[in-house]
């Protein structure tokens, strides 16, 4: 099975300053994919960014941008320029991409809760 | 607009009482999900549907039971059997191989 390790319960930044949430996961499979899932206090579940296993660029998304090391199993999310409404649990989540895997949705981390500072 | 509806927002119960909350959607997504989210604890699969009539367990299916019997719906139930109910619930549909959609989730408290 598996499983998606997020290390930092919480983390803060200061308002237009770059952090770094970090997710490493462990998997026997080579095909897959990965997710950050952005929760603000609304709890709606809202998908900031996906890469596939078998890309090898970065994933982008404007201000959001993945660094995805493969061998290493790690999937951090890189945000520029903090804002305000960046505040929220944000979540890393795996799926497999093998048929019939994937089939139970998405594993995910325990989740990292994000706070600006102004 | 298509998406997912869960109703009602928050729900209350008494202890022992069965409940179901509804999920409901418009995305003419094959898959479905349920997960129960506990503070500290992240998103743990209750059940899962890939195809209507058809359902599996999740890694904390104890005290839960689903229907599948439309594509667009697949209502959960929390059952008396289920030791610690209250929680914050969520619904998911997807295609294959593709993120995740969310309902805005229930809020259930049992006392």
């Known amino acids: 099975a598996q499983t998606v390790t997020q290390s930092q319960p919480e983390m803060s930044v200061q308002e237009a300053e770059t952090v770094t949430l970090s997710c490493t996961y462990d998997t026997s499979e080579s095909d897959y994919y990965l997710f950050w899932y952005k929760q603000p206090p609304s709890r709606q579940m809202i998908l900031v960014i996906r890469q596939e296993a078998y890309k090898q660029q970065n994933a982008t998304e404007n201000r959001f941008s993945v660094n995805f090391q493969k061998a290493a199993k790690s999937f951090s999310l890189k945000i520029s320029d903090s804002q305000l409404g960046d505040a929220a649990m944000y979540f890393c989540?795996?799926?497999?991409?093998?048929?019939?895997?994937?089939?139970?949705?998405?594993?995910f981390g325990k989740g990292t809760h994000l706070i600006i500072q102004p | 607009d298509g998406g997912i509806t869960q109703s009602p927002k928050y729900l209350f119960r008494k202890e022992g009482q069965n409940v179901t909350l509804s999920c409901e959607q418009n995305?003419?997504?094959?898959?479905m999900y349920w997960y129960r989210q506990d503070p500290g604890q992240g998103l743990r699969l209750i059940y899962y549907s890939q195809i209507v009539n058809d359902f599996q367990k999740g890694d904390i299916a104890e005290g839960y039971s689903v229907s599948r019997e439309k594509k667009e719906s697949f209502p959960l139930t929390v059952t008396s059997a289920q030791k610690n109910p209250t929680a914050f619930y969520l619904c998911?549909?997807?295609?294959?191989?593709?993120?995740?959609?969310f309902g805005n989730g229930t809020r259930l408290t049992v006392t």
């Open positions: 989540a795996y799926r497999s991409a093998f048929l019939g895997g994937g089939a139970d949705g998405l594993t």
């Open positions: 995305l003419n997504h094959d898959a």
């Open positions: 998911a549909s997807s295609r294959p191989g593709s993120p995740l959609h």
